[in-house]
Every structure is written in structure tokens, then in C-alpha cells.
């Protein structure tokens, strides 16, 4: 966002221009709108407003909605104009919509991470919606001569008191004078009548045709394609290389250094691969301490030896061990872990004199050109930044090298250059997971926690803990304390971060707490909730009553109170993102090995958007969640990494696939967060399960390293 | 050589050792086969050889002289092959990049058994990794598919 916006943020804001034959584009700029007074109120029209949506509508009728935020998969190119769609009162067969390039002065927050979306953008787009309803609405009581009270709308329609209808486009052009309302409503929550629904992906059909074209698909004219070969293991140095022989082959035309790494400029992606592989490199020695055993040791050092970083320290936990009942200690441990984006890592760039052109799959949009600004010392105005449709993000894609390394290439031989990571490339690079150890410690005391403490030590972690999180506040002496162990590995933010392995240790120690203390799992985390609403220690940072809710939802659908023969159960609950989920896996025992039966997921995540969009993001991030604690791990031996591709790095097949029963809470509040919230307790409700039929406890991931496979 | 590529005829002038993946999609435009691994694991690359599902990554155009190949924006003329509308009708696809190598696998599954059991659905599905796991979704998709057909 510029300086400027802020001077211009005291008034409110409508562009309009004619498009095409008679269509109109609505531009609006806003600020964002306080997210408790939307419920069927009247709200301020957009006013104070700094940042702005796009809808076009046409003569014809048809609305166009530009989607804001990069589409990784979450399904917000969907969802996000649905929203809109609501409160414009449009029937959802007039809408197509297009994904909109970086333009900090028309959108704020074009960012795909955090599961913060929708929950970021709900006001602002229901206001969006709303508003250019309410000018079509006023645009249309001037052609009647009435009062605006006496319309309403229906499905791209303004409809007047005796039936008389006139279509949104043909008000279109008019609406585009009105004077901006100072208030517009928002529909009550019952009301809604898309918002709620299963809406199909509005880029099926491109995808299924194979049409839609991804970040890789780019092609233009006089581009060349580029392959960087980095360092085969983290904290080497590049000392020489040689090129002779790849820049014999037919269509390789330069080879050069940058950044570390050797560049090779072909004319097609094979060529640049090709060339790669021909270029012999000497890289400075390999780092001995930059491997996964060493590492590992030095992490569990850490979390026995305690550091004096504590995030939070309320009560006395040596106290409380003291005077416990009870008490257990347990370590847990995480690998580094690749994302595996589907979609290898690539970027198109485009630097010449007059502009800098940035085009491809990136979840972090604004940061990468101001990045690309200052590494190429060039103003931002003469960069774009366009958003392709992007083959998965994972949080990979949060991470913008690749996006300065096209700059880069495309700077220095001032060519369009469309850079490509090879799967090896790609799995090798790093900015990966952090490998992470964690020690609880807790005391029970009348089959009460009375004591946690928690110590974690992750690799380059700025935090490894969540304050704020269940069960402080339900504990009287409660401490959490992180430190990280500095490394050359690069670090990246992994759907659910923290929370991804966090949850797990939680979850499966909570279990054996649970065990301990002669308590049903569910009951047990139940009783403790209780607790900090009846009488907290502290501040409640999350809302108990919501967890709650979704374990006594997922006791029910799972049947949690009916035990079956030879069916085993695990179940999970927690908090991120915003929102509450409980997870219950049923396994039987094959062979001696898991057969997952059915996973049942409940989650409270407020208001669901799209019904669809919504059961495919808890399913797809649950399988995600096991298959990785299953098979998920990226060795480092020296410094390298030692999965280079699919024939050696497991992950979950078809076949393997569990069925995932998804249930939301019905719910009146604002949406909060849905890509993530579900992979951090599956985990450990599988391992639970496990424990349920095995009686032995999983500590540490991948689980296939002890022995697990999956039936 | 010449290649025979959704009933299109093209003659091009190219290594032969260069994977057909490459040839589809830099030399023929034709970008919806899709790269992840390059040595025939993932099956985002997937096409058919006279009807036959291949892994174009690891197949040298050479191989493709007299082949009739099949990608997925030859799959159907109109994109209504029972595969495609299934796949559309419930919802499968999250970012989608896996999901033509998908497509190119289920139809050529279908095509050689038209009512396939769950337990053939998933084995014949297991070498097309999908990182968004959309793997029970495609399996219902398979089957109502094969209702369709
Ligand atoms: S790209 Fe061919 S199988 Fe993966
Ligand atoms: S839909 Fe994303 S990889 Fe399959």
C-alpha cells in the first residue's frame, strides 16, 4: 500500500468507467469494515475507504467479479466472489469471474496464507456487494421517479412496488452516477440463499479440459526458459563450474553464475534441463553439522537443557510437578518437510528499460515486487505483478526466491524468461518445514492437569509454541518456552504452521494425560474447557464454548459412545486459524497394520461460504495431514538433502486415501480460517487410534520409520 | 518426424530422445499435460497412446511415430467426456495441476473396464499422486463415470 492512499482515505471513492459495448466497471476503494456490526445492520457505506474490488457489470446482464487473492487450491476464486455475489443480489449463472493482477490501490491484502482469505476479506466484500446494489437501486428510483424504500432486488434485478423490473445491466451506466450511500444493509444471515451452498470450482471446466493455464503454462513470444542449479547441499559455496559441454548442446545459449547458484538459458524447458544436467560444478566442502542425526541430538540438548525463553510462565510449574499426583513427561519429534507443491516452483519475468513485467504462481503478490524493486533498484511503478493460477502453495509459494531469481536472469540478459525448477530442483531447494522437538511435562491432580510445561526447539523457529491456546488458561501453572538451533536449511511456513507437528505432540500427550488420569478422552479435554469458563487462570484467548461444541459434535457423529468390535478409535481437538475442529479416527487391525475406516471431522470455522469448497478443504487437508505424518521426511546428510523426487519420497496414494466425513457447526458468526485448521489434529487422532488397537504410542513422525503401514 | 497428436497431424524437426511431455508442451503449445516429476511417478504427464494410458515424461518422441495420441484437450470435442462432466459435477478438482494426468488415467481405466470396482478404481488411480489429496472425490467421480458411459 502506497503513503498516499492515506490522504485520500477520508473520501469515499467510486470509478467508473464504460467497458466494452455499454459495460460498466464499479472500482471501489475502502477501508476495512469492523467485523461485529455487520448482522443485518445497517453498516457505513464505504467511506474511509483505502482499498477496492472490482465489478463490472454488463449491458447484457452478466456481472463480472474480479477475484482478489491468489488461488492455490483454497478455493477462493470461488468463494470470495460469491460473497460479493450475496449482497449484490446477482443469480450465480450471471457471474464469471476473473482473477485480478497485484493492485495495492484496488485491493488490500492480496495474500494467500494464514487461511485468512475469507476471514480477512468478509466485510469487505459483503459491503462491496451491498453497496453497488444500493446505486443500481438508487439508479433505478430515479428513473421511476420513487423512493428508493419502496424497491428491492432479486437476482439482477431492482424490482419496483407493483412488479415493474428493470436489469442490473440496463441500470448499469446510471448507477455509475449515483451519489455513493453513507450506509448500505447487509443481509441477515438467513437470508442468504448462496452463501451456505455447494458451489462447483468456477475453474472446473478450464481444468478439466485442460485449459486453465498455470504459472509453468506461460508462453510468449521471444521467451527463453531458465534452470538454476544451486548447491547440492545447504551452506556450500560455489567455486567453479564448467559449461563446455552443455553449451554444446543444441538450444542451451548462455550459462552463467548468480546468487550461488549456475544459470542455463535454452530455448525450451527440456534443453534447460538438459543443459543442467551437462554443466560440471565444484561446490565449497559440505557442512557436517547441516545433518538431520546431528541436528536432531542437538534439538533434544536443547528442550532437556531448558532455555530461559519462556513465551509464558504463569503460576509455579515446579511447584505444581511437586504437589502433582501424578506426572508424565514425553518428547516428540518432527523432520524437515518439503511441500511438494504439485506444480514445480517457476516464474516468469520479463526486465527491460522501461518496465519489469512479474507473472506467475506466488501467494505473496505485493512483497515480491517490492522485493523485486529493491533488488533491481527500480521504482514499484514500473513493475507488474500478474497472478497465474497457481498448482498448489502449501506455504511454499509464500516464499518469493524463485520470483528474484527470474528478476534476476531476466535482468541481466534483458529477455522475457519464463524459470523453471525441475521436481529435484524443486524438492531440494529448502525453505522447508523446520524439524522440531518438543518436551511436555504435565502434573494431575485429582485427574486435573495442575502443571504443564512445555519446552520446544526448532531449526531457524522463531517461536515453536502457541500461547494462547488450549489448555492455558485451564491450567493453574502453565509455561512455554521455544528456541531455535540456527542452520543454513532454509526456513518455510508449511500449511499450519507450528500447529502441523504441534498439534500432534499436544494431541497424543493429552491422550496419554487422559489415559493416566482413568478419563474418556473426550470427557477429560471437556472437563478441562469447562474450567476455563467457569474459573480461568489467566485470560482466555480462544473460546471454549466452540471447542465444545465440535467435540461434542464429533462424539455424536462418530458414535463416539458405541464401541464397536475390532473398530478403534482416536480422536484430536484444536484450535487455529480462528477455528475449532475435533477429529475421531476409526482404524481396524489387518495384518497387524491400520486400515483407516473413516475419519469424522467436526469444525466450527463460523459461517461456511461454499458447502463444496468447504467439505474439500477439511477432507483435502486431513488426508494431507496424514499422509505426511505417515510418510513425510526430507534427511539431510552434510547439508543434503536426500529425497530428490516421487521414487524415494513417499507421499499417500489413492489407494491409501482414507474417507474423510466432514460436519460444520451451524453458525451465525463471521467466517474465520478453513485451508489449514483441519491437518493439525488428524495426526494425532490417528496415532490415538493406534494406541486405541496397538496399545503403543507413536512419538515421533514419519510413522512409517516405526513400522506403520497403512492398509 | 511426424506426430499424430488429437487427430492433428504435425511434423516438427527435434531431438528424438526429447520426452513427448516436452514436445506437447513447448513445441505443440498444447500446455495441459503436466510436468511434476519427470521420471514417470507422479502421473501428472499422463496421455494416451492409441488408447492407452503412458507417462508422456518418460516416453522419447521417437517412440510416438505412428501413435495416435490423445491429450487431455483432445479428450472430447466439447469437454463432455464422461470423466470431464463427472469430475465437474462433483466438485473434485482443489488446485487442479494434478488433475489432467487424472483424467488421462480414468478414462483410459475406463476404457479397457467399464464397471470397475472400488478397489480397481483405487489401484488403477494410485500412480497419479494429487497433493491437495482430492483422491476419494476422483474415486466417486470414477465410479459415477462409469455409470455414465
Ligand atoms: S511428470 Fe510424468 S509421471 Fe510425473
Ligand atoms: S488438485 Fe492439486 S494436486 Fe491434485
Redesign the interface.
Known amino acids: 500500500m502506497h503513503a498516499k492512499d492515506k490522504n485520500q482515505s477520508r473520501r469515499a471513492f467510486l470509478k467508473t468507467s464504460v467497458v466494452g459495448t455499454g459495460g460498466l466497471m464499479l472500482s471501489f476503494n475502502w477501508l476495512s469494515a469492523q467485523t461485529d456490526t455487520w448482522e443485518g445492520k445497517e453498516v457505513r457505506a464505504l467511506e474511509n475507504v483505502r482499498l477496492s474490488g472490482h465489478i463490472i457489470i454488463n449491458a447484457d446482464n452478466s456481472v463480472v467479479i474480479y477475484s482478489q487473492n491468489p488461488e492455490i487450491g483454497q478455493n477462493v476464486k470461488t468463494s470470495m466472489p460469491m460473497i460479493i455475489a450475496e449482497e449484490l443480489d446477482v443469480d450465480w449463472n450471471q457471474v464469471s469471474v476473473e482473477q485480478a493482477d497485484l493492485d495495492t490501490e484496488k485491493f488490500k491484502r492480496q495474500v494467500a496464507g494464514g487461511s485468512q482469505s475469507i476471514r480477512k476479506s468478509w466485510p469487505v466484500l459483503r459491503k462491496a456487494g451491498a453497496t453497488v446494489r444500493a446505486l443500481l437501486i438508487s439508479a433505478a428510483a430515479e428513473q421511476w421517479g420513487v423512493s428508493a424504500i419502496e424497491l428491492r432486488t432479486e437476482t439482477g434485478y431492482v424490482i419496483g412496488k407493483s412488479g415493474e423490473k428493470l436489469s442490473y445491466g440496463s441500470l448499469a451506466e446510471a448507477a455509475a452516477k449515483q451519489k455513493i450511500p453513507k450506509k448500505v444493509s447487509l443481509k441477515k444471515a438467513k437470508d442468504f440463499s448462496l452463501i451456505g451452498k455447494s458451489v462447483m470450482n468456477v475453474a472446473s471446466r478450464e481444468i478439466v479440459t485442460g485449459t486453465a493455464k498455470f504459472g509453468i503454462d506461460t508462453q510468449r513470444e521471444g521467451m527463453v526458459y531458465a534452470r538454476l542449479l544451486h548447491a547440492p547441499g545447504f551452506g556450500q559455496k560455489l567455486v567453479s563450474f564448467d559449461a563446455k559441454q552443455a553449451l554444446q548442446i543444441k538450444g542451451v545459449t548462455e550459462v552463467f553464475e548468480i546468487d550461488n547458484k549456475v544459470a542455463i538459458i535454452a530455448d525450451s524447458t527440456w534443453t534447460a534441463i538438459k543443459g543442467g544436467e551437462a554443466i560440471k560444478t565444484i561446490w565449497s566442502k559440505p557442512l557436517t553439522s547441516e545433518d538431520s542425526k546431528v541436528q536432531r541430538k542437538t534439538l533434544l540438548d536443547m528442550v532437556n537443557a531448558k532455555g530461559q525463553n519462556a513465551k509464558v510462565n504463569m503460576g509455579n510449574v515446579e511447584q505444581g510437578f511437586k504437589k502433582a499426583d501424578q506426572v508424565l513427561e514425553r518428547t516428540y519429534e518432527a523432520p524437515f518437510l518439503p511441500h511438494n507443491c504439485m506444480e514445480p516452483m517457476n516464474f516468469f519475468a520479463d526486465v527491460t528499460d522501461e518496465k519489469v513485467e512479474l507473472y506467475g504462481p506466488i501467494q505473496t503478490p505485493e512483497n515480491q515486487r517490492r522485493a523485486v524493486a529493491k533488488l533491481l533498484k527500480r521504482s514499484e511503478d514500473e513493475i507488474s505483478l500478474g497472478i497465474s493460477r497457481i498448482g498448489g502453495g502449501f506455504g511454499r509459494r509464500l516464499n518469493g526466491d524463485f520470483v528474484l531469481e527470474a528478476a534476476l536472469i531476466s535482468n541481466k540478459i534483458r529477455k522475457p524468461v519464463q524459470l523453471i525448477y525441475t521436481r529435484e530442483d524443486d524438492m531440494t531447494a529448502g525453505v522447508y518445514r523446520p524439524a522440531v522437538t518438543y518436551k511436555f511435562k504435565a502434573g494431575l491432580t485429582d485427574g486435573k492437569i495442575s502443571a504443564y510445561d512445555l519446552s520446544g526447539a526448532g531449526i531457524n523457529m522463531r517461536n515453536t509454541v502457541r500461547p494462547g491456546t488450549w489448555p492455558q488458561a485451564s491450567v493453574p501453572n502453565f509455561k512455554l518456552e521455544s528456541q531455535s538451533l540456527e542452520s543454513h536449511v532454509t526456513f518455510g511456513y508449511w500449511r499450519a504452521p507450528t500447529s502441523n507437528f504441534l498439534a500432534f505432540a499436544e494431541q497424543t500427550f493429552v491422550d496419554e494425560l487422559a489415559e493416566i488420569a482413568k478419563k474418556d478422552p473426550i470427557q477429560f479435554r471437556l472437563e478441562s474447557l469447562k474450567q476455563a469458563i467457569d474459573a480461568p487462570f489467566g485470560k482466555v484467548r480462544y473460546e471454549p464454548l466452540r471447542m465444545i461444541g465440535v467435540l461434542k459434535l464429533v462424539a455424536e457423529k462418530s458414535n463416539w459412545e458405541t464401541k464397536k468390535k475390532g473398530l478403534y478409535r482416536g480422536v484430536s481437538a484444536y484450535y487455529s486459524h480462528n477455528t475449532y475442529v475435533a477429529e475421531v479416527v476409526e482404524i481396524t487391525i489387518v495384518g497387524g497394520q491400520p486400515k483407516i475406516e473413516r475419519v469424522v471431522v467436526a469444525t466450527d470455522c463460523g459461517i461456511v461460504v461454499n458447502a463444496s469448497g468447504a467439505h474439500n478443504q477439511a477432507m483435502g487437508a486431513v488426508v494431507d495431514g496424514i499422509g505426511h505424518a505417515m510418510y513425510g521426511e526430507m534427511p539431510l546428510e552434510n547439508g543434503v538433502p536426500q529425497h530428490r523426487n516421487f521414487d524415494t519420497y513417499k507421499a499417500l496414494r489413492n489407494s491409501e486415501a482414507p474417507k474423510v466425513e466432514t460436519h460444520f457447526v451451524k453458525s451465525q458468526k463471521a467466517p474465520s480460517g478453513l485451508g489449514e485448521p483441519t491437518l493439525p489434529p488428524a495426526a494425532a487422532a490417528f496415532a490415538n487410534a493406534m494406541y486405541a488397537a496397538t496399545r503403543k504410542r507413536l512419538y515421533s513422525q514419519p510413522f512409517s520409520e516405526q513400522g506403520v503401514v497403512l492398509q | 518426424m511426424d506426430l499424430q497428436v488429437n487427430g492433428k497431424k504435425y511434423t516438427i524437426d527435434i531431438?528424438p530422445q526429447?520426452?513427448i511431455l516436452?514436445v506437447l508442451?513447448?513445441?505443440l503449445?498444447?500446455?495441459?499435460?503436466?510436468?511434476?516429476?519427470?521420471?514417470g511417478?507422479?502421473g501428472?504427464c499422463t496421455i494416451h497412446f492409441n488408447g492407452t494410458a503412458v507417462r508422456s515424461c518418460s516416453i522419447p518422441v521417437a517412440a510416438a511415430a505412428n501413435v495416435a495420441i490423445t491429450?487431455?484437450?483432445g479428450?472430447s470435442e466439447k469437454?463432455d467426456h464422461p470423466v470431464?462432466k463427472a469430475?465437474?459435477?462433483l466438485?473434485?478438482?482443489?488446485?487442479?495441476?494434478?488433475?489432467?494426468g487424472q483424467?488421462m488415467t480414468a478414462s483410459a481405466l475406463l476404457s479397457q473396464n467399464n464397471k470397475p470396482t472400488e478397489e480397481e478404481i483405487?489401484?488403477g488411480?494410485?500412480g497419479?499422486?494429487?497433493?491437495?489429496?482430492?483422491?476419494?472425490?476422483?474415486?466417486k467421480a470414477v465410479k459415477q463415470a462409469s455409470e455414465n458411459l
Open positions: 531431438d526429447t520426452p516436452w508442451r513447448d513445441h503449445k498444447l500446455v495441459g499435460t503436466k510436468y511434476g516429476c519427470g521420471i511417478q507422479c501428472a491429450t487431455i484437450e479428450l469437454g470431464q469430475w465437474v459435477d466438485d473434485v478438482p482443489q488446485c487442479g495441476y494434478c488433475q489432467a483424467i483405487k489401484l488411480m494410485s497419479n499422486i494429487c497433493r491437495c489429496s482430492t483422491y476419494t472425490k476422483i474415486n
